[in-house]
Nanobody
Framework: VVQLAESGGTSVQVGGSLRLSCEVSGYRATANCLGWFRQAPGDEREGVAS???????TYASSVKGRFNIPQDAARRTLYLDMSSLKPTDTAIYYCAASPWSCGSLSSSDFDWWGQGTQVTVSS
């Protein structure tokens, strides 16, 4: 079992930057894929980025070139570095883990979820 806890969400201005963190605890070795998802009010949860066990990263087209998904050397903290933020990036951001290799950023592939952290981008 893997436990996830996000932090770092806050209000930022358009064009600003923000780093989200996700502490990964429990049996880390079972989490072959880590990912970030987000959900805006009235919208479905969408995949933002994923990081495979071989350090391969994947990004949604809406964030490619603006977001990055590194992890620390101990592989216990996953980050989401966000820049050039837009109002459309406003959402609750969730960290997730899957026992499988990363696929198509589908939420159904992920078994473990954090509680979410709110990001609000305003002008």
């Amino acid at each position: 079992v893997v436990q996830l806890a996000e932090s770092g969400g806050t209000s930022v201005q358009v064009g600003g930057s923000l780093r989200l963190s996700c502490e990964v605890s429990g049996y880390r070795a079972t989490a072959n894929c880590l990912g970030w998802f987000r959900q805006a009010p009235g919208d479905e949860r969408e995949g933002v980025a994923s990081l495979d066990d071989d350090e391969t990263s994947t990004y949604a087209s809406s964030v490619k070139g603006r977001f990055n998904i590194p992890q620390d050397a101990a592989r216990r903290t996953l980050y989401l570095d966000m820049s050039s933020l837009k109002p459309t990036d406003t959402a609750i951001y969730y960290c997730a883990a899957s026992p499988w290799s990363c696929g198509s950023l589908s939420s159904s592939d992920f078994d473990w979820w954090g509680q979410g952290t709110q990001v609000t981008v305003s002008s």
